[in-house]
């Protein structure tokens, strides 16, 4: 279940960037070589690498604290398994 979670705030992540990639693309509209494309989202990366340091997108202790209450109850392998 975690790995979905992770699995899908990336994505939701990406697609933002790649967004704010093509926003700021749009404004330029013409680059005069490949180096300055580069050079534009090199600098989106490393503003938004900052953003992300700043502040958590995802909480982890709700999380935790499920998966300590899902690990406390017997799971539906453990039943089958005790009552053979």
Known sequence: MAKL???????????QVNEEIR????VIRIFPNDASALRLIGALLAEQNEVW????YFDMSQFHEWKAEQ???????RRL????
Not at 71 to 77: H, N, T, W, Y
């Open 5 to 15: 979670v992770e699995t899908v705030l990336n994505q939701v992540l990406q697609a």
């Open 23 to 26: 926003r700021r693309e749009r």
């Open 71 to 77: 690990d406390k109850k017997p799971s539906a392998a």
């Open 53 to 56: 340091q700043e502040r958590r």
């Open 81 to 84: 398994s005790h009552a053979a």
